[in-house]
Nanobody, 122 residues
Framework: QVQLVESGGGLVQAGGSLRLSCAAS????????MGWFRQAPGKERKFVAS????????YYADSVKGRFTISRDNAKNTVILQMNSLKPEDTAVYYC???????????????WGQGTQVTVSS
């Protein structure tokens, strides 16, 4: 089992950057594929990016390709989402998620953080 805590959200102007962090508890972090999802007000939660347990593979939603980068440090039990060139439509609550078998944009993830708010002003 793993517990996830996101941080790094905030208010930023369009074109700016934010760095989200997800800290995981436990000694088995390296056995989990990790993902970032986001949910805007009144909308369903959507996939943003994911990274496999060994960090060999990363995946991105088309809407963030070229602007966002996901990475992980298994020694520090941390997964990072670096967000550049932010747009107002990136405004959402961002969630970190982990699963031992799923790294895809769809399907279940067993563990979720509480979320961190990202607001991009125009």
């Amino acid at each position: 089992q793993v517990q996830l805590v996101e941080s790094g959200g905030g208010l930023v102007q369009a074109g700016g950057s934010l760095r989200l962090s997800c800290a995981a508890s436990g000694r088995t972090f390296s056995t989990y594929h990790m993902g970032w999802f986001r949910q805007a007000p009144g909308k369903e939660r959507k996939f943003v990016a994911s990274i496999t347990r060994s960090a060999l593979n990363t995946y991105y939603a088309d809407s963030v390709k070229g602007r966002f980068t996901i990475s992980r440090d298994n020694a520090k039990n941390t997964v990072i989402l670096q967000m550049n060139s932010l747009k107002p439509e990136d405004t959402a609550v961002y969630y970190c998620a982990g699963d031992r078998t799923n790294w895809r944009s769809t399907g279940k993830y067993d563990y979720w953080g509480q979320g961190t708010q990202v607001t991009v002003s125009s």
